[in-house]
């Protein structure tokens, strides 16, 4: 596993922000798994259980709000990563309507901070996750691009267009790749991806989240918005992608620093009530009932991305489809509310079997 991505991570300093949470968690085990050196930087893992502590990593990490710039400057001096995946955040639309000026002040101010930490310190490398619900949504049929407007309906959204706003500007201000390394060394980079469904993710609001929870506990689920279609698919499929552009500027191609989107196919936009059904095919006790509430606040019914830059440039693409992607997520819970074991381990090591024989680029 340490030969993936060329081997670029292996003894690699690596600082993850976020890496208590769902995806910061799954790409801590990767990284590790590959031999790097992951430290994490993240406020206490959000929900229990949680997967973070489920993989019982053994890696130094500190507890610390990214907007505290002492703390955030301390570890970095301390550490010295070449690389920062920059995943912490307030990542939930419903709370945001509720905690706007909190949502703003992490997911933007908390940015602005991340960034400015690793520009006093000299980072080679910056890969910050956002949404892809930072665009501008017009509920149309066709994915959004990389160059599409920023936007966002509700405060969530409209904070990680914020924070893409904000990433295009230090990218030109202070990390503009035609003044790399002439007046500075760090490349910068911003990923965007849909709807992750996987192991481990017990945060509120979340649809495999509230089905998985619900079925353990023998009750009826509750869907609010059966028709709202989302891009679906499995954590590893956009972390591969984090992954590689991370590689692409640790080995200093400013080509790369850049945006980009990674989301399944048009075969991965499934509407809700979709979702459920397939979902029961591999979890029969799964029950669900139709629910409308006029008073719900709006969220998008459609949204897709168009992911055409990252596979003819990055040469990146799924290696799972959606059906398999509900599979894994569902038998990952499953396997754990029946046996008390989660199957982290397994599924990388499944996923990078399924890369390797369709001869991913980053497997070679």
């Known amino acids: 596993m340490q030969d993936l991505f060329d081997g670029i991570y292996k003894n690699k300093p690596v600082l993850i922000t976020g890496y208590t949470g769902f995806k910061g968690s799954w790409l801590a085990f990767w990284l590790k798994q590959m031999g790097a050196e992951v430290k ?70 908390g940015t602005l901070k991340v960034f400015e930490a690793c520009r ?41 267009g914020c924070a893409e706003l904000l990433t295009s500007s230090y990218r030109n201000s202070y990390f503009n790749t035609r003044e790399y390394k002439k007046c ?47 891009p679906w698919q499995h954590v590893l499929e956009p972390l591969s992608g984090y992954l590689h552009i991370g590689q692409k500027l640790l080995e200093e191609d400013s080509n790369f620093a850049g945006a980009w989107n990674f989301g399944p196919g048009d075969e991965g936009s499934i509407a809700v009530k979709e979702v459920v059904e397939i979902m029961k095919k591999y979890w029969d006790a799964i029950d669900y009932e139709i629910t409308r509430d006029p008073h719900q606040p709006h969220e998008a019914n459609l949204l897709k991305l168009d992911c055409s830059k990252a596979h003819i440039k990055l040469k990146w693409h799924t290696v799972w489809n959606s059906t398999t992607a509900f599979e894994k997520t569902v038998t990952w819970y499953k396997n754990y509310y029946k046996n008390g074991k989660i199957d982290t381990k397994g599924n990388l090591a499944s996923y990078i079997h399924d890369a390797k024989t369709k001869n991913i680029e980053w497997t070679r």
């Open 40 to 109: 994490g930087y993240s406020l206490p893992a959000p929900t229990s259980p949680n997967h973070f502590e489920l993989l019982n990593l053994d890696m130094p990490s500190i507890i610390g709000d990214i907007r505290d710039v002492k703390k955030l400057e301390d570890t970095l001096a301390h550490f010295r990563p070449e690389i920062v995946f920059h995943l912490a955040a307030q990542p939930l639309v419903r709370f945001s309507y509720e905690n706007p000026l909190e949502t703003y002040d992490i997911n933007v101010i």
């Open 120 to 160: 006093k310190h000299s980072v080679k490398a910056i890969v910050n996750v956002t949404s892809d619900k930072c665009y501008e949504n017009k509920e149309w049929i066709w994915g959004y691009r990389e160059n599409d407007p920023m936007g966002g309906y509700d405060p969530y959204s409209s904070s990680k």
């Open 184 to 230: 500075h060394n760090t490349l910068l980079a911003s990923c965007r991806a849909g709807n992750v469904i996987g192991g481990g993710d017990w945060a509120k609001d979340r649809l495999m989240t509230d089905i998985m929870l619900s079925t353990s506990q023998g009750k009826r689920l509750s869907i609010r918005s059966p028709e709202s279609t989302r």
